[in-house]
């Protein structure tokens, strides 16, 4: 029978609980905040006005934690949200243990056709607040890394059309770095509200 073995680093990490209890202080800490964003969110003046799927507000938020997103802890609020088999329409803001947050904008179906034509009109001023646009067929990857998005501001107005022309779905999406942990919330409660106010823009 092979023999089970610890590194050195794994052997100083296991004779010391203290790290396991500031994880999970900062992981209480990050539920807080995701509660705090929803309020915000719910609050938003664009909220009350958006002409959202039905049914979407009522459903209310919902937040998610797991320990293994790419093998770390991650914390997941999803509001507004509308998941069906035909249509999404949903916010998404994800703590990404070691990383960032991440806040994305997820539209399929029929809010993908609604809206698709609108997005690709704002390319300029996403491209100006750094938004970036998802590029894999396989929607349910949600961090930057390995190519997963690119900056809006990389690409041309017709790349960006002919990204948003060939996908089912559109997502668009943010990230905001821990060192800005206070200002997390107002930040993303601000790209939120233009991202809502840009759908509306032309759409009657």
């Known amino acids: 029978m092979e023999t089970v073995s610890l590194t050195p680093?794994?052997?100083?990490?296991?004779?010391?609980?203290?790290?396991?209890?500031?994880?999970?202080?900062?992981?209480?800490?990050?539920?807080?905040?995701?509660?705090?964003?929803?309020?915000?969110?719910?609050e938003a003046p664009v909220t009350s006005t958006f002409p959202f799927p039905e049914g979407v507000l009522r459903v209310g938020a919902k937040i998610s934690r797991g320990e293994r997103y790419r093998e770390l802890p991650y914390i997941i609020l999803d509001y507004p949200r509308l998941f069906s088999k035909d249509n999404i329409f949903a916010f998404r803001t994800m703590f990404w243990?070691?990383?960032?947050?991440?806040?994305?904008?997820?539209?399929?179906?029929?809010?993908?056709?609604?809206?698709?034509?609108?997005?690709?009109?704002?390319?300029?001023?996403?491209?100006?607040?750094q938004f970036q646009v998802y590029l894999l067929e396989d929607p349910?990857?949600?961090?930057?890394?390995?190519?997963?998005?690119?900056?809006?501001?990389a690409l041309s107005e017709l790349e960006f059309k002919q990204l948003l022309d060939r996908r089912s779905f559109i997502k668009l999406a943010k990230p905001y770095s821990f060192e800005e942990?206070?200002?997390?919330?107002?930040?993303?409660?601000?790209?939120?509200?233009?991202?809502?106010?840009?759908?509306?823009?032309?759409?009657?």
């Not at 990857?141 to 809006?152: A, P, T, V």
């Open 9 to 42: 680093a794994e052997q100083a990490l296991v004779v010391n609980a203290d790290w396991i209890y500031l994880k999970n202080n900062i992981l209480e800490k990050v539920m807080t905040l995701m509660g705090q964003l929803h309020l915000a969110l719910q």
């Open 97 to 129: 243990w070691g990383h960032y947050f991440i806040a994305t904008l997820h539209l399929a179906g029929e809010e993908k056709e609604k809206y698709g034509h609108v997005i690709a009109s704002a390319w300029r001023q996403l491209a100006e607040q």
């Open 140 to 153: 349910w990857q949600h961090d930057f890394e390995n190519g997963n998005y690119k900056l809006i501001s």
């Open 181 to 204: 942990w206070g200002k997390i919330v107002p930040e993303i409660v601000r790209d939120y509200a233009l991202l809502l106010r840009g759908l509306t823009s032309t759409t009657g």
